[in-house]
Every structure is written in C-alpha cells, then in structure tokens.
C-alpha cells in the first residue's frame, strides 16, 4: 500500500527533498474514559484523512499524553515519529511536542456524554521536521492551549486551526528554513546542565559517542526530555541531521555524506563539516526517544536496535534497568548507573580531562544567578552558553585531530622521521586510552574516519584542552569537587554544629556537677566543722564541770568559796595574825634592825635608824601589819582565781624588787591599790586594827574597812607588787628613809587632828577580822 504525501496548503510537494516543504501539523489527542488516549482532530491535512493511520502512528496518543501527566496542570512531551518512504520521498524522521493540560469537567459550558470522569484531559500536539523550531514553537504551543482550555467549549477549534495556518503560512515563506544552517538549540541551559552533573557532564558526552544504551528515568516529561536535547546539542551540529533517530532501519545520513574537499578556515561550519562534524550517533541501528512510552519496548528490546538514548517516566523501566540499558541516568536521585563493566572502564576519566571539566564547573558555579540560571551574574562571556559550546567544541576538535594522529603514528610505528617533532608522544592518551579503543569499535567512528582525511591533525592540533600530567592543583581540586559532591561540608558543618551543642551540653552538665560536688563539698565541710564545734564545746564544758567538781572536792562542804569575801578576808587575818606575833615578839626583843630574821621588815618600817622608843615599836608593828595583810591579800586573790595562794605554795622569788617602781609615794596604802582598790582595803584594815588601840589615828579616816571594800577577782600582778614593796627595803633604802621621815610628819599632823575630835572607826564586816583586830588592840595598849 503506497502511503501518500502530506499535503502542504493546495500545491503539492516537489519531488525532491520534501523535507525543506514539510508543512508543520496539529492535532488533538484526547484521554477516553474507555478507549484511552487517541487522537480526536488533527490540522493541517484534507478533511476525513489521518495521517496516524496513514504513517502508522499508532504511538502517537500514548506519546502525546505521558505517564504521570496527570499529576500536573501542564506538562510538555517531546517524541519522535518515524514517517515512512513514499514513492516521491525517502523513509525519515519527524519530530513532535505536545502541551497537556486538564481541567475540571464540571467547568464544561456544553458537557459531552462521554465525559464521565471528574476531569477532562487533552494535549495539543504539533508535528514538525525538525526539533530546531521547538524552543520558540512551545511558548506558542504553550499560549494556544491555555487560551483552548479557557473557551471551557473543545468544540470550537478555531483557534487551533488558526495556529497551524499560521505554522504553515511561515514554513512556506520560508522563516523557519533561512537559519537552518545556523545551530538553534533546544534543552535544558547548559549551565543548568553543567551545574547539575559537574564532572558527569563530560561523562555523558563520550558515552554518548561510545553509542550504548543509554536510558533516562524521571517523573517530570519535560525535563526528562530536554536533559537529553542538550546533551545532544553539545555535539556541534547534530541537532540539525536527527533526520535518522526515528528508527534503526533509517541511514539516509551516510548514504548522503561526501567527503569534503575545501575548507575556509574563516567559516566555522566550513570547519567543522571538514573535521567530519558532527559525529552521527544516531545512524544505522540506532534510535532516538527523548518520550518512550511502554508500548515502543518492543522496538528498544528488537535485535536490530544496537544502541539508542531513550527517557521514560515510567518506573517499570527501573525493575527491568539490566535489560533495557547499559546505563541509567536518574534524574530524580540525581545519579548515574553504568551496569556495563567495558562500559565503566571507558568512561573512566584522565587526569586533563577532569582538569578541563572542573575548569568548566568552577566557571559555571562562580557566575551562577538563582534568579536567572541561564545568564551568569556578571554578564560576561566566561561562564555563559556560548563560553560552554565553544569549550566542548574545542573539546571535540581536539580529540578527533588526536584521534588521527593516533592512528598515523600506528601507520608509521616503523619511521621515527614521519613524527611530528612538535608533539610529544600519543596525545590521545590523554582522553583515555580505553575511550579510544572503544570508541574506535563504534559506527559514528567509521563513518567520520571513512569520510575524512588522514591529516587532520594539521588543521587542528592534536593536543588535548588541558593536557599535562597530575599536579597538587588537580589534586586538591579534585578533593575539593569530591567533597562538594558528596556534600561533606555541609554534613560537617552539620557536624560541627552538633558537636558544638553537643559540647556546651556537656560542658554545662558538668558544670553543673562540679557545682553541685563543691555545694555537697562545703556542705559536708560545714557540717564537720560544727560537729567538731560541738565535740570541742562539749569538750570544754566536760573539763569545766570536772574542775568545778575538783574544787568543790578539795574546799570541803564546810569551806566558803575561794572567791568569796569572807573566806579572803579570813585567810589573810589567820596569816597575818601570826606574822604579827613572830614580828612583835622580835621587835619587842630590842633589835630593831639588827635582827637578820626581820631585817627586811624592820628595814622596811623604817626601824634600822630608831631608838627602842615606842614609836619604834608603834611603826614595827603597822609595818608587820601591812606585811601580813600584803601576803594574806595576796593569797585570797590567787585563791580567787582557782590557783595555789603564795602563802601556801607558791615561791616568789625577789618578790622585792618590784617596789622600786614606786619611789616617791609617802603611803604604800595610797601609792600602790590592787584591782578595783583591793589593797586600799587591805591596807584599811591593818591601819583600824592598829587604830583601834590609839584611839584617832589618822589610817583610821584614811581607809575603812567594810565589807564591799574587798573586791571579788584580785589581780595576782597587784599582790605581788604589794608584797614585793613590803620585802624590797633592803635595796632602797634611802627611799626608805624619805617616806619615813614624811610619813612622821603626816602622823604628827593626823594626831593633833584627832585630838580635835576624829571620827568613828568603822567595824570591819567579817567576825574574824574583829576578833583578831582587838586582840592587836590589846596588846597595844598593854605594851603602852
């Protein structure tokens, strides 16, 4: 059955290269409730006819309406449909892109009755001879179905019809073929591109040239899609000769390919198609499906299908990745998978070539814009897409000039002369050696070295980009390209940041426990330290009570206190009385101061220079008083203070000498007072004992005697000096004299006063005191 021409706006198309006059075509595929995905309508051609039945485009509805469009409010899907040879033309391929949209059926100004689902889905499809137009076809595309889908009335198609007249009246003024020598390219950004993939970005490129099957995964159509149309477009050349990637059967390329035999170095497309640009990946056995549905996997999984790059959004493809491909792309995870083990091995980068490509990448991401991905923010030219083409088109050129040379060294193993002596060794080593061999084994490979001359490597030189051998700068960009990839700085910056809180938690957990030990610290300190208190107060009251126990034991239950008046004043009259007796006895014996046992008293009375008178004796008697009361004071202080009283058992040694520090006093009763006027009181009392006998001497107004005139708690200091001041004549005797001689006067003056009437002595408060104070008075007036 002969298949006839598409139609083209009433004149038929010439018989040769039907493809300049392909009138573009439009149609309407529809999402049947029963029936699936078909084609409603179509534009473009004469009334009642279909060309998907024409051409066997049983493919086309599945497609046009993708897996998972659905799930969007507008996806796009780019296809290939392979249209067959007819009698005035050759068997090639066309290209289509179709916009899908959804809305709710409730919406629908007339609702059809076989509309029974929720919402009504349909894609716009527009078929073309060439994917070049596609980047400015889909905005319009884009546009039209928007505007359809607002009419909420699919009957009226007007618009759709009045898009592809307009498509057509373009194509046959020629608009859309005056620039089709120039490369117009569809896709992703290349800096979208190079930014997502990095170093992956030149792997991809030679596997492409390597010819595998190759598979592309994601769930969005579009990206999916394009991804693969910029990989192609990276090949300079090649988006424009995509006439044989419908099917494996189509090689019009190579059979229309001549060997060109002129160059102009000055026009880059007259360079490039001398350098055998662009290499056909996709020839005999070869086919090309940016959008395969499940349907076509007869045609990938057919023996004469050797290699292809397909993309599917289905993830059926995925269980089946071993069968169906030699390596996966995908997308979604952003990951490349090479199942073939010669494959890998190949697309093992070299040294220069991932120091060309890391040159690439760190250009890209240093201009990189968030806000327009594919213009870098300083508006320059390094890091733009033009930068990226002419980087791997240079890329290209070198390696096919290293290519030939590497084959013209194998041709001239055997003559050193042949050699370039500009070129150092086999530059091909430097894009892989196992690349070389395997790409040498390809059909894109035959057909440029078949259709190209074997010096090429004159017109380029055969070197690669960034040739040299691995130094430190590779290295740590290498690291540092590893470590951005595999996103270590930000896991240790997340790292370091856990650690950080981690570390003042712990730091301040500890602190708390330091604090909380040195608070459990002091508090156990706190609390020995007033236990010990305690023992030591317990302690100290314990000893008390036992020294009060001790005194209470050695004074007796009968014997008065120590401190108290009675029992001092008792103690010192008992002393004193007899003192008084020994010093009389000898005083009345007529020594004086002769005497060597009362040498020291009868010095200190002042008797070394008297007769045997009675003042002698008078004043021999109040001196011996005054001793005595001296020394019994003394004892009652120390008794006093719970010590042993001198009079018992305490020694003093020298106890005179202290008298020396009262020189001038006329009276020791008034120059030297115990505490609290203790030896004024005992000084009172010897002078009313003697004043008793004489009736008004003067000692007796000068110190009475009462009970409150002893003091409690006698200092020892003051006793002392008493009686050292009674005992310490013997050395100052010259002193001795002078107060003698004034206290004469002072006795003479205080007699004529009492004559004059003197005052009443008073009685001392103690029984003892009295007795012992009449017994002296007695004697006294005896002896008188």
Known sequence: MSVPPTPKSGTPPPQNNSRQHFIPLVSVVDFHHARGPEVEKWFGVEEGRDPAVEYDWGLLPFMALSDGAH????DFSYFTLLRPATDSAPATSLFGISCTRQMDASQLINRPADV????????????????????????????VTKAWFAQREFTDTEILKRFQESLADEKERGMMNEDEDRDQYLGLSLRELVREFKWQTLVLLKCCLLQPKMLFFGTRCERLCLTQFS??????????????????ELDNYEKNLQRPTSLRTSDRNSLLAYMGLPLQIFGKGSLYGPYTPLQQLDILADFGTKSYIVGSTNSLLLQQKDRYSDIL????EDTINVTSTSLKAALTLSTPDRRWIDFITQNVND????????????MGYVGSEEFIRVQFEEYLLSLISSAKYHNYLAKHTNNPKMLLPYIEGDPSHDFGIDFIEAWSRTENYRIWNSHTEEHLFDIVEPKHPCAGGLTIEDVQRRITQQVQDMHWDEKLAQGKEALG????????????????????????REAQRRKAEEARMEHEKAELQAAEKEKEKNSGDKTPEPGSAKAGVGAFVNSWASWAGEKRRKAWGGGGGS???GSNTAQASGGSGWGSGWVKGRNSNRMSQMSTLSTSSADVMLEKEGRTSISSSRTVPNIGTNYSRLPEEPDMGERRPLNRGS?????????????????NSPERRRRPLSADTIPEGNDIGGIEEVVAGVNGGNKKEKMIEEEEEEEEEEEEEEEEKGRGGGSKSPSLPVSVAADEAAKVQSVWETEK
Do not use: C, H
Not at 231 to 248: C, F, H, K, W, Y
């Open 231 to 248: 990989l192609v477009s990276l090949i300079p050349g090649l988006l424009r000769n995509l006439q044989d990637s419908a099917g494996p």
């Open 679 to 695: 030896v004024a009181s005992v000084e009172s009392v010897s002078v009313l004992s003697t004043a008793s006998s004489v009736g």
């Open 367 to 378: 201009t990189w814009d968030e806000a327009n991905p594919s213009r870098p923010k300083t």
């Open 595 to 597: 005497d060597s046992g």
């Open 501 to 524: 809180r981690n570390l003042a938690a712990g730091k301040e957990k500890a602190s708390s426990i330091f604090n909380k030990l040195y608070a459990d610290m002091e508090s156990m």
């Open 71 to 74: 799930a969007l409010t507008e």
């Open 116 to 143: 029974t689902r929720s919402t009504v889905q349909k894609a716009v499809v527009v078929i073309a001879d060439s994917p070049q137009y596609f980047g400015m076809l889909r905005e319009r595309l884009s546009v």
């Open 329 to 332: 792309i995908n997308l979604d």
